[in-house]
């Protein structure tokens, strides 16, 4: 079967955004389906907060084009389906967190479903306080929250956890992926390397305003099933050339992509090597590994 | 419409009568410089007067300044932002923005109203009374969309001193401090071109007993629709620039 347009969550081609001299974003693709959780990385700068900004229709593209379930974005058709937690939360002082689930859930047209969110959030003990005073982290919960009151298929969260206690960030990944397991479709974009990989499925690594790799994670990784080797040697001697490893301060290191050829050859060569290890690349040194292959000449 | 309408306006009065700091000093404002200057200006007709003017001042400043600068601060907030993601259309917002400058409003006119009743010796029929309140609902109307018009253009920061860059001279063009027959002839000629001279020539007829000039109310209508339409261009739903 294959996906049409107003079957995905996202279609966006081509997108590029300017503020005066800076250029936020050149060129930017993304495809979401229902039920995917995508990450956005990359880092300060890189241009995530403004490819989610014209995702939610709240800056229109110099150029390119981006769909919500077939409608353009920032229609009022892709709004109903979207909720969405921008990277700066201030809500008014004088109103309770009741209060504002409450006014947006009647800008859905849905009944707000205050004790699910309130569970989902931990925000028992805020609920009908006044939001004036309310700390950072307290603040957020209850602007993650406003992204789900709508009932929306589509979710956009520009850094949902910064400020969160470890319990919150604990809480808001079961939510997140339960929400995903339901069908909805999840855009966020995260700074933690861990968040990423306990919530998404997808990722698109953005730098200076470009997709420079994307794709599922078990497909990037399957690509590239890279190995990082780790050894000790002799004081005084240094691998040869061919290894290429280099040492971090405490002991040789190598990535490899083919683990069994270079360990041959370490025992053939007699290397007098000891404390050997071998692990699999995280996300993150995996990713820094491609990408600085990619450029390689 | 309804639904959205009555939670926009529930959020709107929440926000605002939940901060003393705003709205008292906004309908204190006006029924103090009328205390100060507009009620020892004798009896009679000029008593009248000077309160609709008074009535008219207070109307032009809770309007245009109160509620224009407001949206320019509005409009940087990151919960603006975030509202302008949600769905439904932003008019319940600018009608629920009216409504309270309206009730705003009518608090700092009616204070203003009592202050004269206190302090000269106004007595006026029921028509005349009834015509000034629609003169300052008119007056409501034309003052907050000319100040939503202003907070829509403006930043944060320059929206105060140009709201007073914009808001005091038209009190003083249109007459509201001091009448129009005291103006040297050119301003006065200016003075007939704004809209505060519009809403003050309706208001002191309405004192007088006199019918309301079409010219006037005209006058007002064309302001009327100019800002509308300004703040019909500025505000719509997709900005070149996200204004977080
Ligand atoms: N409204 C704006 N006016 C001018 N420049 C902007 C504006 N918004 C973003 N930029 C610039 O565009 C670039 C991308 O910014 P963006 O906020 O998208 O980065 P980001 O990837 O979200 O970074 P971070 O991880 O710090 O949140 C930056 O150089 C930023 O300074
Ligand atoms: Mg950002």
């Given amino acids: 079967m294959t996906m049409t347009q107003s079957d995905l969550a996202i279609h966006a081609h081509g997108l590029a955004k300017r503020f005066g001299a800076v250029q936020a974003v050149s060129r930017i693709d993304l495809v979401v389906a229902p039920g995917e959780a995508l990450g956005l990385l990359g880092s300060n700068g890189a241009g995530k907060s403004t490819t989610l900004s014209m995702l939610m229709g709240l800056c229109a593209p110099d150029a390119g084009k981006a769909l919500v379930f077939g409608h353009p974005v920032g229609s009022p058709a892709a709004r109903r389906l979207t909720g969405a937690t921008p990277q700066a939360t201030d809500l008014p002082d004088q109103v309770t967190p009741r209060e504002i689930l409450t006014y947006a859930a009647l800008r859905y047209g849905v009944a707000p479903a205050i004790d699910r969110l309130t569970a989902d959030f931990g925000l028992d003990d805020l609920i009908d306080r006044r939001v004036a005073g309310f700390s950072g982290g307290q603040m957020r919960r209850v602007a993650l929250a406003l992204a789900f009151v709508g009932q929306p298929r589509l979710v956009f969260l520009d850094e949902p956890t910064s400020g969160l206690d470890s319990a919150a960030q604990q809480a808001f990944r079961v939510m997140a992926r339960s929400y995903v397991a339901q069908g909805g479709a999840l855009v966020l974009t995260s700074h933690h390397w861990d968040e990423i990989e306990a919530i998404c499925s997808s990722i698109a690594v953005i730098d200076r305003g470009e997709t420079v790799l994307a794709g599922r994670i078990d497909t990037i990784r399957d690509r590239a099933r890279i190995t990082r080797l780790g050894f000790d040697l002799p004081p005084g001697l240094v691998p040869p050339l061919w290894l290429g490893a280099r040492h971090d301060g405490a002991r040789w290191q190598v990535e490899t992509g083919d683990s069994d050829t270079l360990l041959r050859r370490m025992v053939t060569e007699a290397l007098p090597f000891a404390n050997l290890t071998l692990q699999p690349l995280e996300l993150k040194d995996l990713i820094h590994h491609l990408r600085h292959e990619e450029n390689r000449p | ?244």
Avoid: K
């Avoid at chain 2, 009568?17 to 204190?28: A, D, E, Y």
């Avoid at chain 2, 109307?59 to 509620?67: D, E, K, R």
């Avoid at chain 2, 932002?81 to 259309?89: A, N, R, V």
């Avoid at chain 2, 002839?185 to 704004?194: D, G, K, Q």
């Fill in chain 2, 1 to 244: 419409m309804t639904r959205h309408l009555s939670a926009e306006l529930g959020l709107t009065l929440r926000i605002l009568f939940r901060q003393p700091g705003f709205w008292i000093p906004t309908v204190l404002f006006p029924a103090m410089l009328y205390a100060f200057f507009g009620a020892n200006s004798g009896g009679g007709a000029w008593a009248a007067n000077a309160m609709a003017s008074f009535a008219v001042y207070a109307v032009l400043g809770v309007g245009f300044f109160q509620f224009g600068v407001s949206v320019a601060q509005d409009r940087a907030s990151p919960f603006a932002t975030w509202q302008s993601t949600l769905p439904g259309s932003a008019v319940p917002q600018w009608i629920a923005r009216i409504i309270a400058a309206v009730i705003f409003v009518t608090l700092a006119v009616a204070l203003v109203i009592a202050l004269a009743h206190l302090m000269t010796d106004v007595d006026l029929p029921a028509r005349a009374w009834g015509r000034l309140a629609a003169v300052c609902l008119m007056a409501t109307g034309t003052a907050t969309l000319m100040g939503i018009a202003l907070g829509s253009v403006a930043s944060a920061r320059a929206a105060v001193p140009l709201a007073n860059l914009v808001y005091l001279p038209l009190a003083y063009l249109g007459g509201l401090w001091v009448p129009p027959i005291a103006m040297p002839a050119a301003i006065n000629a200016i003075s007939e071109w704004t809209p505060t001279r519009a809403m003050g020539e309706l208001a002191w007829a309405a004192m007088e007993g006199r019918a309301w000039s079409l010219q006037d109310l005209g006058l007002l209508a064309a302001w009327t629709l100019a800002a509308a339409a300004m703040t019909g261009l500025t505000t719509r739903p997709l900005r070149r620039r996200p204004s977080a």
